[in-house]
């Protein structure tokens, strides 16, 4: 006998959308590479954010130990540069120190050396009787003081004008004095003086022709010691100290050749 199997469910309405929805979840059975590929960009972009985070904040950790290593060293450069302008300011003050040294040496003019010029530039007819130093004189308004290094004041006998005169252009020629402002400053007729001895009772009175009775005025000259003619001149005249200090300080560099 023949049996009729009927199946009603595939006449409902829900079988049909039930079987449908089964279908749609299969795996597809064909090539399963671009399935592979986006899993394996889906796990690659947070690994790649993951390394980009490590990097950045090694990097950030390397920067900041960086900026203090730097911050260090510029307070060491501080601190150096600080001692280095403290010996440049010493060196400065020494240097200062050194030209105000060298500036006393250049203007110093040994007075035996001056009077051991006198000596060798007197005639034989004149009579030196004081040499003193004066103070130097103002200059008039508008006028620069050439003057700076004091006066110098020669008085004193002689026989006559003319040797007064002779006195005064050997002194125009001494490297002590400045030649411009050596001048006689004045010169007159005197009686000559007697001599201690002429005083004496049983002397009878003596009558000496008149002597001429002179001012002579000069400037120191302003020319450096250390200037090769006046430091010759020097060592001529006995200023050997004096000398020998000046070719020291030449010889290590202070005062120039």
Known sequence: MYSLDVNFLKDRAGYEV?????????????????????????????????????????RNNQLTQDIAQLEAENKRLEVEIGNINAIREETQRVKAETQGLVTVFDQIRPWSAMLQDFRDRIPSSVQI???????????????????????????????????????VLTLQQSQFLQSTSTRI????????????????????????????????????SDIPASDSNLIRELEQKGAVGLVSRIRNMQRIGVISK
């Open 185 to 220: 400053a004045t010169a007159t007729l005197v009686d000559a003086p007697l001599p201690p001895w002429a005083n004496q009772s049983g002397v009878e009175e003596i009558k000496l022709p008149q002597v001429v009775q002179y001012t002579i005025q000069s400037n120191v």
């Open 18 to 58: 039930t079987e449908k929805k089964a279908t749609q979840l299969q795996m597809p059975a064909g090539d399963l590479t671009p399935l592979f590929v986006g899993l394996g960009v889906g796990l690659a972009i947070p690994i790649f954010l993951g390394a980009g985070w490590w990097f950045l904040e090694a």
């Open 129 to 167: 009787n004081t040499i003193r130093q004066i103070e130097p004189t103002a200059p008039g308004r508008g006028q620069a003081s050439t003057n700076r290094e004091g006066a110098i004041e020669v008085t004193g006998l002689a026989r006559s004008f003319n040797d007064v005169n002779d006195f």
